[in-house]
């Protein structure tokens, strides 16, 4: 064992080693000679000998390296890499030694095929707005497009002959399999399918084309006859074929991957395995977890400040902070509420006069635009829907208020753009409203151009329709009918998270401000909103939240943790001072629980007849009964109390309303951990819960979702140097994150880079990934499935199977693993076994029946995206009771709201008893282990002397039937008592 010393403590590090006989989405090449197999297990390419054994690596971990290609010469390989954040197509020589880098740029190139004079590579790129083929000269390096459909087209593969190249195709008209002559050309369909296809390879006579065909029963092998188009299965229908070019020994006999093992065949013969082992080695490395003071009573301030806007004349700034509004005035640091009372007051925005102010509330049940006159102080609601409505925005001549309103289910999805009327008269109870966009994904807020004609906004611009990823840039939105258009002052690069970062045009029309790299930018524009000139940097610091003065010559942001003012023409910067705290609210005097039945947490069975004594926020003792003891009694001799349960991984949102914390502690929810949020939501919601403002779970948070160059979500940052990422772990210690969430197109050695920084000030990290992230010490992975940059996981199969590279890594390095399996089909296959499921009280007192329809409705459009959603999650289960077999660490989590909150964490506990986990096992996932991850389980996850009093009394039994911990009675979050009447009823 060695140790090293680190800036908050001592590191102490071992290895050990793994070794890994099962691959799980791994692709395969034989080399020219027969001699020697490549593979990519796990992002690396590794050589072992045809006829098995143990393998060697070629590239170092941190490329994710995929889908291997022979030279003809069998002296390189090619395959694709994303060593700088984009998939390029590098070769490395079979004896090792440096890769060399072959296309390079903005693009993402994958999936290389070499001709058969080794002249020349093909590929597929997105580099002319879709996936098309793409090829590459090696003597000159001259790049030249093959096909150029709107529809995307991938994995190319040359013909024997060299004379054509096969690829499949998505496009709209006529998807399948084609050809085109290797020099361009007219394109001819081999084979038409609606199917999800891949990994294509011809057979060495030119007279069928190999490739996998995904079905919602089977991933196969199929062949089809160049000459009928007629396709035919290979393999057999319980073979799980994974999605990648296979590649021939003989004329007859082909090497594949399936079922996580390299096999060959023969023609319409058995498949024979070929055995071989990957060695890995692992760290064994611990650091000083950041410490948690949960009884300290002084005051700490406030650092959940969003949406702070100043007035038009730059003296006042209204913002929201523990749940209602506030107007600080420059001069005076003690801002006052201007709202109070259990409702939810947020996203404040100007009148153009500065007289009034547009927000949203739920004090109606859900989230509307309401308007506050600041002269009067009356509230009305000008806007009321069926869905909650969020950012209004004023119009420049002060007439109407734009606005979004959220799908049904508040998604991260989906919202609609309206503007309303503001200046209705008072016998008109409903003002009018104008649907202007529909269907726009996570948006930022809109700014309205100074004429009133065109809106802005920032929005997701994808590379193609094939993934997901793209930028987010300025959306142009004319009201007058013209065409939307993407523009953008830094082309190719993603602004800030989507949300109130801008783009915020200037009342003169001259300029728009945005956030840049974490850094508040102005550029000048026409009138039309197209950047013109050259933009400038206003800030070497982080900046969130521009908002401009009326005389368009000041712009008020947020620096992390203060509110700042620019002069735009100097750049000058102020610091507005402001004083405002919270305080943790902590009980006082002793609370008595009479439990008949103890879970404690740690053993698997109950202690009974007890009572547990509380002290303040903290159990005392734990003793056997005994009547009349001093202090507030709860009779629960005839039910079960257990620890607070923890959700591991959620998103939350304000929009959702005063509603969530009552709906989280309604399902006995006690702590959430959130892994990706705007952090200033983040921690309005912490510190209103904690203060007692609103009833509410403990808040473990991040910011948002750090990612590389191409993002998605509107709360991904998008990482492009090594100062922005300075920048963001900087704010993250400041604004005290419980965790770093790394998100999909971040490289592997920025993801090292922040691990290193983050463990040092004690914070854990997490992200999408296993490998090569477990060697560098990431401490938690999120889904057994989820979102992958490759189109495929390295974690299961599109059957659903994980293997044993999977199950042993995992529970090996110890990473912690939230598997999320009510995400990917738990939720509905156990609403399927329970005719009474949608029946549940808190499901019925939290979720209307739109909100049913739409849930279900979108149950059906993910099975048809993914045919195997439900019909084999089976197998994603015998994937997590693989785990717990194995050793590994899993917590509960769901990735609410995709499933919804609450109800989800009990349907994610189901599905794992339904796997066949004890109920102690998935209740020491959801408590305990839980409590381990996070970092506080010297204070929670258990019910123990000395320990938070976290605690939640049910009926019935819930070690013996999981589904009673369905059956909460009271919670005692923190010493507070809160039965489950009042927590299903509105305050």
Request: proline share 7%.
């Given at each position: ?55 060697k ?13 022979w030279?003809?010469?069998?002296k390189q ?10 998939y ?6 079979r004896a ?11 693009y ?14 093909v590929f ?15 003597a000159?390096?001259k790049?030249t497009?093959?096909?150029t ?20 195709s ?8 084609y050809?085109?002559?290797?020099t ?12 999800k296809?891949a ?40 073979e ?34 070929i ?12 650091y ?19 949406g702070p ?16 509004l ?20 947020v ?10 102010l ?38 420049p ?6 606005f ?10 989906r ?42 906004v ?15 840039e ?14 953008s ?97 902590i ?7 009479h ?25 005392k ?6 009547a ?22 959620t ?11 009552r709906?989280?502690l ?14 200033y ?9 904690a ?19 191409r ?7 998008s ?30 050695a ?31 992975v ?8 490759r ?10 199977k ?6 042993q890594?995992i ?25 009474a499921?949608?029946?549940n ?25 993914n ?5 084999n ?31 989800s ?8 008893v339904d ?7 998935a209740?020491?996932?959801a408590?305990?282990w ?8 010297n ?39 809160l ?9």
């Amino acid at each position: 064992m060695a140790t090293y010393a680190g800036p908050s403590g001592w590191f102490m590090t071992d290895s050990i080693q793994v070794n890994v006989t099962e691959g799980t989405n791994m692709a395969a090449d034989i080399s020219p000679d027969k001699s020697l197999i490549a593979i990519d297990l796990q992002g690396t390419i590794w050589l072992l000998p045809s006829a098995g054994g143990r393998a060697k690596p070629l590239t170092d971990a941190l490329g994710d390296c995929r889908q291997p290609s022979w030279s003809p010469d069998g002296k390189q390989i090619a395959f694709h890499a994303f060593w700088d954040g984009r998939y390029h197509i590098w070769t490395v020589d079979r004896a090792g030694g440096k890769p060399r880098q072959l296309t390079s740029g903005i693009y993402d190139d994958r999936e290389p095929h070499w001709s058969p004079d080794g002249k020349r590579l093909v590929f597929a790129s997105d580099r002319s707005g879709n996936y098309d083929i793409w090829q590459l000269t090696l003597a000159d390096g001259k790049l030249t497009q093959l096909t150029t459909d709107s529809g995307n087209d991938y994995n190319p593969a040359y013909s024997p002959d060299g004379q054509q190249i096969a690829y499949i195709s998505d496009r709209t008209d006529a998807p399948g399999i084609y050809t085109v002559s290797a020099t361009g050309g007219t394109e001819k369909l081999v084979s038409a399918s609606k199917g999800k296809l891949a990994g294509l390879a011809w057979q060495p006579d030119g007279s069928h084309l190999f490739y996998n065909a995904l079905t919602r029963s089977q991933s196969g092998l199929e062949k089809v006859s160049l000459a009928t188009g007629q396709p035919a299965l290979q393999t057999a229908p319980a073979e799980d074929v994974f999605p990648f070019r296979l590649s021939w020994f003989s004329a007859n006999e082909y090497l594949y991957t399936a079922d996580g093992l390299l096999k060959r065949r023969k023609l319409d013969g058995p498949a024979l395995p070929i055995p071989f082992q990957v060695v890995i080695t692992l760290p064994r490395t611990s650091y000083k977890r950041k410490t948690y003071d949960f009884d300290a009573p002084k005051p700490q301030p406030v650092k959940g400040i969003k949406g702070p806007a100043v007035s038009p004349d730059g003296n006042q700034i209204a913002f929201a902070a523990l749940g209602d509004l506030w107007l600080l005035t420059k001069g005076n640091k003690k801002p006052h509420a201007l709202t109070s009372g259990p409702a939810i007051d947020v996203e404040p925005s100007w009148s153009p006069d500065g007289t009034k102010l547009a927000y949203v509330s739920d004090r109606n049940g859900s989230m509307d635009v309401w308007i506050r006159d600041l002269k009067t102080g009356t509230d009305r609601c000008l806007v009321d829907m069926a869905d909650d409505l969020y950012y209004p925005t004023w119009s420049p001549d002060g007439s109407k208020v734009a606005f979004y309103q959220a799908d049904p289910r508040n998604a991260w999805g989906r919202s609609t753009l309206y503007t309303a009327d503001v200046t209705y008269t008072a016998d008109v109870t409903v003002p009018t409203t104008r649907k202007i966009h529909e269907s726009l994904f996570v948006p930022s807020q809109v700014s309205w151009s100074p004429d009133g004609k065109t809106l802005a906004v920032s929005a997701l611009h994808p590379y193609s329709s094939r993934y997901r990823e793209g930028v987010s840039e300025v959306l142009l939105i004319s009201l007058d009918g013209k065409n939307d258009r993407y523009v953008s002052p830094a082309p190719g690069h993603s602004l800030g998270t989507r949300g109130k970062n801008g783009p915020v045009w200037s009342p003169d029309g001259t300029q728009m401000a945005y956030v840049l790299d974490g850094l508040l930018w102005v550029t000048a524009v026409a009138p039309d909103g197209t950047p013109t000139g050259k933009p400038r940097q206003l800030t070497t610091e982080q900046a969130e939240v521009p908002s401009w003065t009326a005389d368009s010559r000041k712009l008020v942001y947020l620096a992390t943790d203060e509110l700042k003012q620019v002069t735009v023409a100097t750049g000058q910067t102020e610091t507005i001072p402001m004083d405002l705290t919270w305080q943790s609210k902590i009980p006082t005097g002793q609370l008595v629980i009479h439990a008949g039945n103890l879970f404690d947490g740690r053993s698997n069975s109950y202690i009974r007849n007890v009572d547990i004594l509380v002290q303040g926020n903290r159990i005392k003792a734990i003793l056997p009964h005994q009547a009349n003891r001093p202090g507030t009694f709860i009779d629960a001799s005839t039910k079960t109390v257990i620890p607070g349960l923890f959700e591991m991984h959620t998103h939350q949102h304000s929009m959702t309303g005063e509603k969530m914390g009552r709906l989280w502690l309604s399902y006995g929810i006690t702590s959430v951990r959130e892994p990706g949020a705007d952090p200033y939501d983040a921690l309005e919601r912490k510190e209103s819960w904690a203060s007692g403002i609103r009833p509410g779970p403990r808040q473990f948070f991040t910011g948002g979702l750090t990612d590389g160059t191409r993002i998605y979500y509107g709360a991904a940052t998008s990482i492009n140097s090594d100062e922005q990422l300075d920048r963001e772990l900087t704010r993250a210690v400041r604004l005290g994150y419980d965790l770093i969430k790394t998100y999909v197109r971040m490289p592997d050695a920025m993801q090292q880079r922040i691990t290193a920084f983050a463990h040092a000030n004690g914070i854990p990290v997490s992200s999408h990934e296993i490998f090569p992230a477990m060697r560098y010490d990431v401490d938690a992975v999120e889904h057994i499935g989820g979102t992958s940059r490759r189109g495929y996981s390295p974690k299961i199969t599109a059957m659903n199977k994980s293997y044993q590279d999977v199950i042993q890594l995992i529970a090996r390095s110890g990473m912690n693993i939230t598997p999320t399996a009510s995400l990917q089909g738990g939720f509905f296959s156990m609403a399927a076994k329970d005719p009474a499921f949608y029946e549940n009280r808190q499901y019925k007192a939290f979720y209307s029946e739109d909100y049913s329809n739409a849930l279900q409705a979108g149950a059906a459009q993910m099975a048809k995206i993914n045919p195997g959603y439900l019909a084999n999650f089976g197998k994603l289960q015998q994937g997590v009771k693989a785990l717990i077999d194995a050793g590994a660490h899993m917590t509960t989590g769901t990735d609410s709201p995709f499933v919804p909150y609450g109800y989800s964490l009990h349907t994610e506990l189901q599905s794992f008893v339904d796997a066949g986990l004890s109920p102690y096992q998935a209740l020491r996932c959801a408590t305990l282990w839980a409590a381990e991850t996070v970092g506080v389980s010297n204070d929670l996850g258990s019910v123990e002397p000395g320990k938070l009093a976290d605690l939640v009394i049910v009926d019935g039994d819930p070690l013996g039937n999981i589904r009673d911990a369905l059956n909460v009675d009271q919670v005692i979050r923190n010493g507070d008592v809160l039965p489950i009447a009042q927590l299903l009823s509105r305050p």
